[in-house]
């Protein structure tokens, strides 16, 4: 039985990037989403930031990630048909116990992500339930 990362600790915050990139499926999820929602034949996509909130002796901490898209088509070389990034800022609620997804909301400044991202939102959910967070 493993112990959780996220069990009772004073409130702190943890840098979780580089183990979400490292440790989980979340590299290849944030390349699925930007298959779905980025276009150009220069697409891009990669996590900004996760951060962990604990918040000491409560039941979930809060995990709150940054996902940068990026939009970018290149036809021939040195034309720049288009180049834009948007961020999608994800808030999860983390179980201390199981460090179980209990509760997720993805929103964007971008119009067409925040549609895109309603579309998809069941299939986000599922997905941020099933990965491993490094316990």
């Given amino acids: ?11 702190q915050q943890l840098d979780l990037t580089q183990i979400l990139i490292d440790k989980t499926s979340v590299g ?19 996590l900004d930031s996760a951060v962990l909130v604990l918040r000491g002796d ?13 939009s970018r088509h290149v036809p021939i070389q040195g034309v720049v048909l288009y180049d834009t990034t948007a961020q999608v800022d994800v808030t999860a609620e983390i179980d201390n116990t199981t460090c ?3 509760s ?30 490094p316990c």
Avoid at 28 to 42: F, I, Q, R, Y
Avoid at 111 to 123: G, H, N, V, W
Wanted: charged residues 20%; proline residues 3%.
């Fill in 104 to 133: 997720l909301t993805a929103s964007s400044s971008n119009d067409l992500y925040k549609l895109l991202l309603s579309a998809f939102r069941s299939e986000i959910e599922s997905k941020a339930t099933m990965l491993g967070l």
């Fill in 100 to 102: 179980k997804v209990t």
């Fill in 58 to 70: 409560q039941p979930t901490s809060e995990l709150v990630a940054h996902i940068k898209l990026q």
């Fill in 1 to 11: 039985m493993s112990a959780c990362l996220c069990g009772s600790a004073s409130a």
């Fill in 28 to 46: 290849p999820e944030v390349v699925s989403l930007c298959d779905k929602l980025c276009a150009g034949n220069e697409k891009r996509s990669w």
